[in-house]
């Protein structure tokens, strides 16, 4: 089945203790993004790559990294939490550029941040 | 500041009933404008999509009403179901770049049986 998984699912943990969420995606795809949901404010996009070893910054970078060393892989890491990215995050990749492909997510992973 | 701005963020409407949710953005470069649903505990999908040479798109109960000169686009959902009971975000992004879609506060509608 084509998907793309993050886990893990939910996870708390507290103020400046570095945590890592994983994406992978089966779908050979090439364009890969995270995003932060929040409420009204919709989805907000952190970092995206376009390619094996290509990452680049979206609107909210600011205390998140990424890496894609394979096309598959793409996680999200968050060296010193704060508790402002406490949020739902949502892991998507794309055949292609994304205004001639459908974003395809993940599930989702719920952080909370003390 | 958002770029994209969707309203209402929540609608009630009963089974059969007309759901009708508005987006308006700024930036005249957006040339392409999707629609994702999000069921509770999924992530969005892909549900109907439009670009700015037509005014219209429908896709079974669902369709796209596009206006250019007032750079707003609006989703109608027809003969609305509690199936459809979803939140709803509506997208912009600009072919040159490619690389981004920038959402909605997106709008959480409940369809009462």
């Known amino acids: 089945e084509a998907q793309v998984t993050q886990n893990p699912r939910y996870l708390i943990t507290v103020t400046g203790k570095k945590l890592t969420v994983t994406c992978s995606q089966n779908m050979n795809h090439e364009y890969m993004s995270w995003y932060r949901q929040d409420p009204g404010l919709g989805l907000r996009q952190i970092y995206y790559s376009m390619n094996v070893e290509v990452t680049d910054k979206g609107d909210v970078p600011e205390g998140y990294k990424v890496s894609r060393k394979e096309k598959r892989n793409f996680p999200l890491i968050l060296e010193s939490p704060s508790p402002n990215q406490t949020s739902l995050y949502f892991c998507?990749?794309?055949?292609?550029?994304?205004?001639?492909?459908?974003?395809?997510f993940g599930n989702g992973t719920r952080l909370t941040v003390t | 500041q958002q770029q994209v701005k969707q309203s209402p963020q929540s609608l009630i409407v009963q089974k059969g009933g007309i759901s009708i949710i508005n987006c308006a953005y700024e930036?005249?470069?957006?040339?392409?404008f999707p629609w994702y649903q999000q069921f509770p505990g999924k992530g969005p999908a892909l549900l109907i999509a439009?670009?700015?040479?037509?005014s219209e798109k429908k896709e079974g109960r669902f369709t796209i009403s596009f206006n250019k000169s007032a750079k707003q686009f609006s989703l109608h959902i027809m003969d609305s179901q509690p199936g459809d009971s979803a939140t709803y975000f509506c997208a912009a992004s600009i072919g040159a770049a490619g690389n981004k879609l920038t959402f909605g506060g997106g709008t959480r509608v409940l369809v009462k049986p």
């Open positions: 439009i670009r700015p040479d037509v």
């Open positions: 930036n005249t470069a957006f040339d392409y």
């Open positions: 998507a990749s794309s055949r292609g550029r994304v205004h001639r492909s459908p974003l395809h």
